[in-house]
């Protein structure tokens, strides 16, 4: 037996390991008695917590600086793809649903809170940051990171439920999920459900003693002190304990988390907080109890008494008896909040909280600076901020008084390695490959020098060209060879920029981008630079573009290109569906492809395919256009035609047979798969082309530049802004498809030396 003192009053107990459980309230049983006496109070690791005296329980009450109101803001967090806790959240702006807190947040400049008696391992100014840099939380929204079942990360912003509570050693939260707004107030709606992945995970993280990182938001206003930056990481936390409440008429998943290493005071602390004099107490426990309707024990998590926590059971949720109203207040027991749990053996994190440094050893290695391992972000040895890769060249701290760089060597690829990885360059007019179906047709092949030219026709006046380069061609002086490795200068300044569609501030494009020219709105924000300043290699693309542009169209009206916006692909990345049918742009787009081969597909979008405007074929359009290659045209034509003369009723069994007959997708198959080599072009003609079909462009390498130029429409601009897009190249220096080179007979076989760089 062993005795626990609370400033005098004696709690005893027997000595027993708490053993984290596997089920929901399937924990070992000891024998606890207590005594409660008068109001006292009680030193944490985190500060003092006041217990008021008064007649019965004792009840808790935690003291913590007021913070002023700020309204409501952010939603309450999801799991990726499903409910997770209700202290995180969409910190950076408010959600789609426009879920808010039930509790104000405060300002941080309004904050009366103490500054923590220490610093965070890491910390981040974004939520991007975080995701770009650490592996245990890679959510941009939810606020738990889920990986094969586990728990990896959780981020704690504000709470929209009732009795939150975190201290230098316990955190306790719930479940989220199932929440609504209204009036800007979130709350629970639905029930959380026991098979729900955090749940699930949580119990993972128990039965196999996984532990999980915790980090803070500044937004949370349940911590003693003031955190010292939009997200600080904390530490490792123990998955403890798992229960049930019911709140407003629904079920709440509750967790305990401890802090797994008790070594020294947390950095979240506040100044005059107790120091831990000897090792943890893991004997001293709360009370437990045996249910007499479920027979399952629980312990006394609250002051007022004994309530079952398993809401499968009769008598879940009363206290004495009778039904906990959603009103009722209830505090926590402070000896359950003071049992500390001990794990069967030591346990090692799977993540260390601040991640180890990139090996700098292998940057020799050209494709160092191209693998997806090169392109997370890294944690400031210096201040401890998250730093994601937004530069080609490296890494660059932007804290204030920091300054660290850590910069990567400049690539030196071998544009042989860069091809060869994935095909062959030929040597003479190239093996096409291409596959389509209605409504594209290949027109015809031709020849222009070293050129072949492939033409698919799509719509009246729309059709897709590709330009196949080869070796001759990209070997040249100022050729593909050359513009690749130009490309990979920082002076060109390619960057990360954000995504302006974004919901989450600050995610970044995974693609690096600049833009010359004109100015161009697609969904990432890049800044533009006129022709006039643009570097010597852009310009370079654009005489062949030209070339390109004119030779595709064939004598026709052509729009000359007045923006070119360069795009660099690493490892794996792509530019995903998408069109280019602004209306601010002309009918032609060429792109012009250098590196890596690269896959481009077309397929015509969803309204079109199927007639509906969404997933659901209720939303059937007969006003859509019946486009060649649509799902089932002569029943599309037939509802179309009948569409006016139908009851509600008929249009229900009309639709409903369609339905059987295609089932609806989110867009229609890919019709045409095109495989763009290092110095290829592809040009897609025609409005039509980018207002029914939308198209794709994935790497199968390692590294790719993309230059696409485009006609911006000069009356869409303001005047002052039209001269950026103006540029020319002396008559002697126009492209005119490398014919010179063509004619030319080659009788060096060393010309074209496939081991050197050209």
């Known amino acids: ?17 708490l053993a984290a459980a596997a089920s929901d309230n399937s924990l070992p049983t000891p024998t606890i008695g207590t005594s409660n006496g ?62 808010g807190s039930l509790e104000p947040d405060s300002p941080a400049g309004d904050d009366q809170r103490p500054p923590p008696q220490g610093m965070p391992p890491v910390w981040a100014k974004t939520r991007g940051d975080l995701a ?15 990986n094969d079942g586990f728990i990896r990360g959780l981020l704690i912003a504000h709470d929209a439920s009732k009795r939150p509570y975190i201290d230098g050693e316990v955190i306790l939260t719930r479940a989220g999920g199932g929440n609504e707004t209204v009036g800007g107030r979130t709350s629970q709606a639905k029930d959380h459900k026991a098979e729900g992945v955090a749940v699930m995970s949580f119990k993972n993280n128990m039965r196999y003693e996984v532990p ?15 955190p010292p930056h939009p997200y600080s990481v904390m530490d490792h936390f123990k998955p403890i304990y798992l229960w049930y409440e019911k709140n407003l008429g629904h079920l709440t998943a509750r967790f305990r988390w401890e802090r797994l290493n008790l070594d020294g005071k947390a950095w979240w602390a506040s100044q005059d907080c107790p120091t831990r004099s000897g090792p943890p107490d893991y004997n001293t426990k709360a009370e437990r109890q045996v249910c007499p309707s479920c027979h399952q024990t629980h312990p006394r998590i609250y002051q007022e008494g004994f309530i079952c926590v398993n809401h499968k059971c009769s008598d879940f949720w009363k206290l004495n008896g009778e039904v906990i109203a959603s009103k009722a207040t209830l505090t926590y027991s402070h000896v359950w909040l003071e049992e500390r749990t001990e794990w069967s053996s030591p346990v090692r994190p799977p993540f260390a909280l601040r991640p180890k440094a990139l090996p700098m050893d292998d940057a020799q290695d050209p494709f160092y600076t191209t693998m997806r391992a090169a392109m997370k972000g890294i944690v400031c040895p210096q201040c401890g901020s998250c730093i994601p890769r937004k530069r080609m060249d490296g890494w660059f701290c932007n804290t204030t008084n920091c300054g660290y760089v850590c910069r990567l060597p400049r690539m030196n690829l071998n544009i042989r390695s860069v091809e060869l990885a994935y095909g062959s360059q030929f040597q003479g007019h190239p093996i096409p490959y291409h596959v389509f179906s209605d409504p594209i047709s290949r027109r015809r092949t031709t020849y222009h020098g070293p050129w072949r030219i492939e033409t698919f026709g799509v719509l009246e006046g729309c059709f897709v060209k590709h330009f196949h380069s080869n070796e001759l061609i990209n070997a040249r002086p100022g050729g593909a060879n050359d513009m690749f490795k130009q490309m990979s200068d920082p002076a060109l300044g390619l960057e990360r920029r954000p ?10 494009t995974g693609h690096f981008a600049h833009n010359f020219g004109l100015k161009y709105k697609y969904s990432a924000a890049v800044p533009t630079m006129p022709f006039s300043e643009a570097p010597a290699v852009i310009i370079e693309a654009l005489n062949k573009m030209s070339w390109v542009n004119e030779t595709a169209q064939e004598g026709d009206a052509v729009k000359p290109l007045n923006e070119a916006l360069s795009l660099g692909y690493f490892e794996e990345q792509a530019i995903h569906w998408h069109d280019d049918g602004e209306k601010f742009l002309g009918p ?17 979008k969803g309204k079109y395919y199927y007639g509906t405007t969404s997933q659901t074929l209720q939303t059937y359009d007969p ?4 486009i060649d290659g649509c799902l089932l045209p002569e029943m599309r034509q037939h509802l179309n035609d009948s569409w006016e003369k139908w009851s509600e009723v008929e249009r229900k069994e009309q639709l409903a047979a369609f339905k059987k007959l295609g089932k609806r997708a989110k867009s229609g198959p890919v019709i045409f798969h095109t495989r763009l080599r290092h110095g290829d072009f592809a040009v897609m003609h025609g409005n039509g082309l980018q207002k029914y079909f939308e198209h794709q462009i994935s790497n199968l390498g390692d590294v790719r530049f993309a230059i696409t130029g ?7 601009r303001p005047t002052e802004e039209l001269a950026w897009g103006e540029w020319s190249v002396p008559d002697d220096l126009k492209y005119t498809g490398d014919m010179d080179a063509f004619n030319e007979e080659v009788e060096d076989p060393t010309a074209i030396d496939p081991l050197n760089n050209n």
Not at 212 to 226: N, Q, Y
Not at 623 to 626: F, H, Y
Not at 710 to 716: A, L, S
């Open 1 to 17: 037996m062993s005795v626990f003192k609370v400033a005098g009053h004696a709690i005893t107990t027997r000595s027993r390991t």
């Open 499 to 508: 995504m302006g569609a974004s919901k989450v501030n600050d995610t970044l």
């Open 38 to 99: 008068p109001a006292t109070e009680v030193s944490t690791l985190l500060g003092k917590r006041s217990f008021d005296q008064a007649a019965g329980p004792v009840k808790c009450a935690t003291k913590k600086p007021k913070a002023a109101s700020r309204g409501v803001e952010g939603n309450s967090g999801e799991v990726d793809g499903d409910g997770t806790l209700d202290l995180v959240g969409n910190d950076d702006e408010k959600s789609a649903s426009g879920a």
């Open 212 to 226: 999980a990182v915790v980090i803070l938001s500044d937004r949370c206003l349940h911590t003693f002190t003031k």
């Open 588 to 604: 032609t787009i060429v792109t012009f492809s250098l590196g890596c081969m690269a896959k481009m597909e077309i397929r015509m």
């Open 132 to 146: 770009e840099t650490l592996d245990f939380f890679r959510s941009r929204q939810g606020g738990i990171q889920t």
């Open 710 to 716: 485009r006609h911006v429409r000069p009356e869409t």
């Open 623 to 626: 006003k859509q256009p019946i």
